[in-house]
């Protein structure tokens, strides 16, 4: 048993100069999406850095597939991709049994649009919960954070041509709501 011993060391010390050897020739100074990251993303948490975030789930399948499973986890509810009749007109509505969104034009600016969200008692969020609604299609994941619920109602303004809300008109985009 004496003799396992030392090749145990000596392989445990081979790793650990070959991993720090690798850390040493690698030139990209970008740290790895983590599991947490994902999790403080879907939440709305400004503990991370969005938009790089973001740019890192749309551009690795691998992130986008672990972003969508944790999502179907912890998700309320969800509006699937609707189909939509010949047009190419976008929605300015989406409705569940949990939530309903509208976009309504702001009366004083044309530029503006509020996406005002409605819960149902079916949701089960609590008043003054914060909800963020997370829009995925093929290619694109965005992530829309609402104030705080009041009597199970929150309001977002949006600017016009805004990706996320350009999404949510997207037929072909799933809402879900955490």
Do not use: W
């Not at 740290?31 to 850095?49: E, Q, T, W």
């Not at 996406?115 to 919960?129: F, I, N």
């Not at 949510?168 to 809402?175: A, F, H, M, Q, T």
Request: hydrophobic share 35%; aromatic share 2%.
């Amino acid at each position: 048993m004496n003799t396992q011993q030392p090749i145990t060391e000596t392989v445990e010390q081979v790793f650990i100069a070959r991993q720090t050897l690798r850390g040493l020739q690698q030139t990209s100074s970008k740290r790895p999406v983590l599991i947490g990251d994902l999790v403080h993303y879907l939440h709305g948490s400004k503990a991370i850095n969005g938009d790089a975030l973001k740019q890192e789930i749309n551009k690795s399948l691998t992130l986008r597939r672990q972003l969508n499973e944790l999502v179907k986890q912890i998700r309320v509810a969800n509006v699937p991709m609707q189909a939509q009749a010949a047009s190419n007109e976008p929605l300015s509505e989406r409705e569940t049994r949990a939530f309903s969104l509208k976009i309504k034009k702001s009366r004083a600016h044309n530029e503006q649009l509020y996406l005002l969200l409605t819960v149902q008692p079916e949701a089960k969020l609590s008043e003054g919960h914060r909800p963020t609604l997370i829009v995925n299609n093929q290619t694109t994941i965005e992530r829309l954070c609402f104030p705080a619920l009041k009597d199970q109602q929150a309001q977002l303004m949006l600017v016009e041509g805004d990706d996320g809300l350009m999404l949510i008109r997207d037929p072909n985009s799933e809402l879900s709501l955490i």
